[in-house]
């Protein structure tokens, strides 16, 4: 038996009623960068961690979103991933932007990594906390909406390409 005599041609419009009476709808207006992001379970569950990852990414997604936002760059896509010590349980360092946890509330800052595998990020800021994200977020962002302005490039892109030209040290 194929798998399309399994399930009768109704089965997915079944699945769509069962997802909606039950709310589970959300996954399909999500913004990219919450569709895509992705953290370890850290603290208080794993031994390693030394930073929230997986308490701290609802919250860390809509940060990065009204600041997309604020530059207009609310639909293009991001893969953020957020782990709680350097151990790379949420594959951090081949995705575009990444937190991994120093301590309580701090974070090392990677950008420029590839979705594809083909690129890997680099450190960008070190042990920064909230408000040093969005302050070290700012000035790339502003350069990727005109960069974006002139030719549509992915944020990734943009950050790994001035990267060299900001990294503080």
């Known amino acids: ?5 399994a399930f009768p041609d ?3 419009a079944a699945i769509k009623a069962l997802v909606e ?7 399909q207006k999500a ?8 953290a370890c379970v850290a603290l208080p569950t ?3 961690a030394m930073a929230e990852a997986e308490r701290y990414l609802p919250d ?16 293009d896509t991001l893969h953020l991933r957020i782990t709680g010590c350097p151990n790379g349980c949420a594959r951090p360092y081949l995705a575009e932007m990444v937190l991994v ?8 800052l990677f950008l ?5 595998g083909q690129r890997l990020n680099r450190l960008y800021r070190e042990n920064i906390d909230e408000a040093g994200l969005l302050e070290a977020l700012e000035p790339l962002l502003a350069a990727a909406r005109r960069a974006y302005l002139v030719a549509p490039i992915k944020i990734a892109h943009t950050c790994s390409c001035l990267q060299a030209s900001t990294t503080p040290w």
Do not use: I, Q, W
């Open 46 to 48: 794993c031994a390693l």
């Open 10 to 12: 109704t089965f997915p």
């Open 60 to 75: 860390c997604v809509s940060l990065l979103e009204a600041c997309l936002a604020a530059h207009g760059l609310e639909r």
């Open 112 to 116: 420029g990594g590839d979705v594809k």
């Open 21 to 27: 009476a039950h709310g589970l709808g959300g996954f």
């Open 1 to 5: 038996m194929t798998p399309s005599r």
């Open 31 to 38: 913004s990219p960068l919450r569709r895509d992001a992705l």
């Open 101 to 108: 946890g120093k301590a309580p509330g701090r974070y090392n």
